[in-house]
Nanobody
C-alpha cells in the first residue's frame, strides 16, 4: 500500500526558513513524479512545487519561486521542500503528492497526482 507522510511543519516568524520532508512507503518512488501543494482555509489546494521522475526537472509556483527549493532522494524515497524567506501568506497545510509510475502529466495540476499525504501545518507569524 502506497503511503506518503509529511513532517517538519511548525510555527516560525516571517523571514525564517523551514524544511518539509515527505517519506514514501509501499513503493520505491523512483519512477513517480512528485510535488507539493498547499491549502489555506476557504481556498482550493494550490500548486507549490514539483519534480519529475525522469530528468529531475523542477517546477515552482510564481509565488514561491526563488524562495522554495524542492529535491528528492530516490534511494530513500524521500521528498523535501526547503522554504526560505517565509511570509505570512505562506501559512497553509502543505501536502506531499505522487503521480502514477512513469506518468508525465502536468506537474502543476492537482489531478495529475494520485497519492496524497495527510498534510503538515506551516504557520508563519508576522
Amino acid at each position: 500500500q502506497v503511503r506518503l507522510e509529511e513532517s517538519g511543519g511548525g510555527l516560525v516568524q516571517a523571514g525564517s526558513s523551514l524544511r518539509l520532508s515527505c517519506k514514501g512507503s509501499g513503493e520505491s518512488f523512483r519512477t513517480y513524479g512528485m510535488g507539493w501543494f498547499r491549502r489555506t482555509p476557504g481556498k482550493e489546494r494550490e500548486f507549490v512545487a514539483a519534480i519529475t521522475w525522469d530528468d529531475g526537472g523542477t517546477y515552482y509556483a510564481d509565488s514561491v519561486k526563488d524562495r522554495f527549493t524542492i529535491s528528492r532522494d530516490k534511494a530513500a524515497s524521500t521528498l523535501a521542500l526547503v522554504m526560505d524567506a517565509l511570509k505570512p501568506e505562506d501559512t497553509a497545510v502543505y501536502y506531499c503528492a505522487a503521480q502514477f509510475p512513469y506518468y508525465g502529466g502536468r506537474p502543476d495540476r492537482e489531478r495529475s497526482y494520485y497519492y496524497w499525504g495527510q498534510g503538515a501545518q506551516v504557520t508563519v507569524s508576522s
